[in-house]
Nanobody, 121 residues
């Protein structure tokens, strides 16, 4: 099993920056893809960015060139980061970390608790 703890949300002015972190613990050797999703008011949850275990990244068109996803690992946890720059009011959302992992030869996913990002104009 994998447990997630998110941090780093908050209030920022347009044009500012924030860094989100999501620390995964437990069966970290089974983790494959790590990613960030967001849910804006009145909208469905959408992919923001993801990173594979090999380091390949994928971004939503709306954040390309502004957001950067990265990951690292030590002996007890694997962490995924989302560096957000040039933030816009439309980036306001609850951001969720999602981690894919193997468990008993089956692919599974788990979600973080969500962190609020608010960008003021």
């Amino acid at each position: 099993q994998v447990q997630l703890v998110e941090s780093g949300g908050g209030l920022v002015q347009a044009g500012g920056s924030l860094r989100l972190s999501c620390a995964a613990s437990g069966s970290i050797s089974s983790i494959t893809t790590m990613g960030w999703y967001r849910q804006r008011p009145g909208n469905q949850r959408e992919l923001v960015a993801s990173i594979s275990s090999g380091g390949s990244t994928n971004y939503a068109d709306s954040v390309k060139g502004r957001f950067t996803i990265s990951r690292d690992r030590d002996s007890i946890k694997s962490t995924v980061y989302l560096q957000m720059s040039s933030l816009k009011p439309e980036d306001t959302a609850v951001y969720y970390c999602k981690v894919d992992f193997w468990e008993l030869f089956r692919g599974r996913s788990t979600w973080g608790q969500g962190t609020q990002v608010t960008v003021s104009s």
